[in-house]
């Protein structure tokens, strides 16, 4: 084929130029706010007031930092998040794989049926109200158990675990393993959960940022200030603009708190993507498969 | 090994039997799940026909027919919502379904392989961010005083935009601010579909003469026609159920004439005034409508393009 730049006809020369052109802008507009808020975070509060702070960071100082690890609410709800994440998390693949397993075998009779009754789920549902009134009738309001419960499976996830299980993981295996004398249980655990991997690496990245995200589900069910997950924190610092004057108790002047109360907000965001941010790099690499093992049976 | 088949296949009966007994045993929990949080709520939808009271429960509550529907859907304030559900929806399918197709594409003709993974990698990011991070940068970058936008419009002159503030900024703000977020994930199903388009075909086209767009839009194009369509199916599925995370953190008393949306409503009339069987009605409009949408468009799919979900 030809590749070679100058061989190509001045149409196509401008033409690919036009794109590069298009993908520079797109991916600039996409990384200059995460580049800006971190610069910010790590500035000086007066320069990201007068907007010195364009691109990279004036006056290196971690003031807002200080005032994010000094705040006890915020430290509380990183510690909750915390915990909602891992207990989440696994009761999530715990799930999904208890439930894309017997699906995923021809050998369990009527699986096409209750396979269609979970992707119902997905389409239709009793809605806000009823939901809520579940989880209150079980008693979970206002307990870390509301947070993980109600969404201890997302059906679409397990529908991709359960066409990945179908795809890559050959019938003789499952007649082989039986011969053996393998029960259904142990080849799950011992043959399938192997196997599954790659899948499993994409789906802990699904729920775990699910999960680190969510913040609706505690505005519903938890009440209590000491279970609230860092979301709901940040939701009154960033968005309600309920900073708390002791944690800028250091400014003097009114314009250095209006300052500090910025970059406070600036560190609040840095802190709450650095868990995502790390999980990332990881995980990205199997990112497309995921979402082309989903997009086989939506 | 041949004896130990031999003694089995007698048994074969009863081993399939015992199999799908353990098959079941292992559902159980996810089973008991799905009945529990997702059957049971259905059943609740009654509520929305009730003049639901906590005492009476479900059972012991007044039937009122279509009430709540009737209000629902004829007073102005609940018709402006539904307006405001619909046009953000509609904005949102023209603007956000088909940037990833071009981003895809652009990336697609990139030969230069570490420019390509730089693009994908940064473009995939914000889709990891959550709706509290995200409308906090707004806000922030976007605050009238302190915000780095206003600060370098104030300095070449102009003056500050309050963008939280203008009504008519809001749908601009949600619906932009969702193309930063999802449109380079979006666009990796089209990624994958373009990498498995033949070689062949476009040297082809290449001896045929045709230039570089002509390739896209004769080789490229009709081979993920297929993938578009079917995402153009998911998502007219959900021009009514716009998902109530970030409309709700962006809302304010300023833009409450246009932020407010079905899912937004159902939140402040269920569980804020307490109002259970309205907010019911109200939300199962918002499921039903969304359900026929979804099969709508999947229906006329089928007939014109020979692509479907089911």
Known sequence: MNTKFKNQSLGDKIFIILVYVFLSIAGLAVLYPLIYIVSASFSDPQAVMTGEVVLWPVRVSLKGYQAVFKNPKIMTGFLNSFIYLFLGTALNLVMTMLCAYPLSRKEFKHRNKIAALFVFTMYFSGGLVPTYMVVNKLGLIDTIWAMIIPSAMSTYNMIICRTYMINSIPDEMYEAAQVDGCSPFRYLTRIVTPLCKPILAVLTLYYGVAKWNSYFDAMLYIKKQALQPLTIIMREILILNQVDPTMVSDAKAASEMAGLTALLKYSTIVVASVPVLILYPFVQKHLVKGVMVGAVKG | ?310
């Open chain 2, 1 to 310: 090994m041949k004896t130990k088949t031999a003694v089995m296949k007698p048994n074969k009966k009863n081993k399939i039997k015992s199999a799908n007994w353990q098959f079941w045993l292992i559902i159980a929990l996810p089973c008991i799940y799905a009945f529990v949080f997702a059957y049971i709520p259905m059943g609740g939808i009654l509520m929305a026909f009730q003049d639901y009271s906590i005492k009476g429960g479900i059972f012991g509550s007044d039937w009122v027919g279509l009430k709540h529907f009737t209000r629902f859907l004829t007073t102005t304030s609940s018709v402006t919502i539904i307006k405001n559900t619909l046009i953000l929806g509609v904005y949102t399918l023209i603007v956000n379904f088909p940037i990833p197709v071009l981003l895809a594409i652009g990336v697609n003709e990139i030969r230069s392989v570490k420019y390509k993974k730089f693009i994908q990698m940064i473009t995939y990011a914000p889709y990891f961010i959550s709706a509290v991070v995200l409308v906090g940068m707004m806000m922030s970058m976007m605050d009238l005083r302190t915000g780095i936008i206003n600060v370098l419009l104030q300095k070449m002159g102009v003056d500050p935009i309050n963008f939280f503030g203008d009504v008519k900024l809001f749908r601009h703000l949600y619906v932009w601010s969702g193309v930063w977020q999802t449109a380079g994930y979006s666009a990796i199903i089209y990624i994958a579909a373009l990498a498995g388009v033949s070689p062949e075909l476009k040297e082809a086209a290449v001896v045929d003469g045709a230039t570089r767009l002509k390739r896209i839009i004769h080789v490229d194009l009709p081979a993920i026609i297929p993938t578009i369509v079917i995402m153009l199916i998911f998502n007219c599925g959900s021009i009514v159920n716009i998902g109530i995370d970030k409309v709700l953190l962006m809302q304010n008393s300023m833009n409450a004439n246009v932020s407010e949306v079905i899912s937004t409503f159902v939140y402040k009339v269920g569980v804020v005034n307490a109002d259970f069987g309205f907010s019911t009605a109200a939300g199962l409009f918002q499921s039903v409508v969304s359900f026929i949408l979804l099969v709508a468009v999947n229906q006329i799919s089928k007939k014109v393009t020979e692509t479907s979900l089911w």
